[in-house]
């Protein structure tokens, strides 16, 4: 069974978001394809650089760390600039295809409004002259000259309403697309704050890179942190759990013999052993030196099953060992 382990995985995300947001900015930056590419590749080693940096640096000298230390704020700003850049256009593209639904909906006017009210003030003044004179001889001709003149003021005047009506039309889809260019959390937040929403725009696009750097930084540490076991070279057999019933053999007792003062000591008593580890032991500490070396290595993992698997042995073996394993860190 595969065990998926959170750190590397988050990581790895992290990573590889920024990395495409840097892409992304890359490309829009370049005019020409080569450009582009040079672009995205400076994007892609500032991103990684940025968050394995602290990762890499942890176990060198000090001066090897302070340099890394003061390359890392500099690739961390260069890849918040970046994805700035990105956070920027990717809210102007969206404000775009927000207002694009409005823009279309409005047709513009057949004629200006300024040419229909002087053809207006003409056909006015003539119809004020046209009522103006006196009829002499053809009176039918002037009253129809008056008729057509005031049906063609009419005429005006209905163009000028419609002229009016698409302007005002058109101005109020224009404030509509101003409003939904900005994004609506922006908008409102920049109006509780009395600022403007590009400012905004800028700085929650920068928040957002800061924190997504920050992220993937640390998982990068927690994901290549060496091992937590350390092992000594030596682990003495003092330190070390007696056996279960199973691997465990009994020593035998030695009984000092007492003597009298003055006594000569038997020929046949046996001479004082010495308290030395048995065999089983011996062989019980090599396996727990060998078992602790194969998992500061990352061979076998502290577990009985494990354990088992990579010694051979039985299941209370197996547990025994783990225990003076743990026991001897």
Not at 60 to 83: K, N, Q, S
Request: net charge positive.
């Amino acid at each position: 069974m595969i065990r998926i382990r959170p750190a590397p995985l988050l990581a790895t995300t992290a990573t590889g978001s920024a990395i495409c947001m840097s892409a992304l900015a890359g490309w829009q930056r370049g005019g020409t394809v080569s450009e582009r590419i040079v672009w995205v590749a400076i994007g892609v080693v500032l991103v990684v650089s940025a968050h394995l940096l602290p990762a890499l640096i942890r176990s060198a000298p000090v001066t090897v760390r302070l340099m890394g230390i003061v390359l890392w704020g500099a690739c961390m700003i260069t890849a918040c600039y970046g994805h700035g850049y990105f956070f920027a256009f990717a809210q102007r593209h969206a404000g775009e295809a927000r207002a694009s639904a409005i823009v279309n909906r409005v047709t513009a006017p057949a004629r200006p409004l300024a040419p229909v009210m002087e053809e207006r003030a003409s056909v006015a003044r003539e119809l004020a002259l046209a009522k103006a004179q006196r009829c002499s001889r053809n009176c039918r001709w002037l009253e129809v000259r008056r008729v057509a003149l005031t049906t063609k003021l009419d005429a005006l005047e209905s163009d000028a309403e419609d002229i009016r009506r698409q302007d005002a039309e058109s101005d109020r889809a224009a404030s509509q697309r101003d409003t939904l260019l900005a994004d609506p959390v922006t908008a409102r937040l920049a109006a509780l704050l009395g600022i403007g929403t590009a400012r905004v725009d800028l700085l929650s696009g920068l928040g957002y890179a800061a924190v997504l750097e920050g992220v993937a930084c640390l998982l990068w540490s927690l994901a290549l942190r060496p091992p937590s076991l350390v092992l000594a070279p030596v682990i003495h057999a003092s330190t070390l759990a007696p056996l279960p019933a199973e691997t465990a053999k009994v020593q035998p007792t030695v009984t000092p013999v007492t003597q009298s003062r003055g006594a000569t000591p038997r020929s046949h008593a046996a001479p004082d052993v010495p308290l030395t580890p048995s065999a089983d032991t011996v062989r019980a500490d090599d396996d727990v030196i060998r078992l602790a070396q194969a998992i500061a290595a990352g061979h076998v993992r502290p577990t009985v099953a494990s354990i088992r698997s990579y010694l051979g042995c039985s299941q209370a073996r197996a547990s025994a060992l783990r225990k003076l394993v743990i026991q001897s860190l």
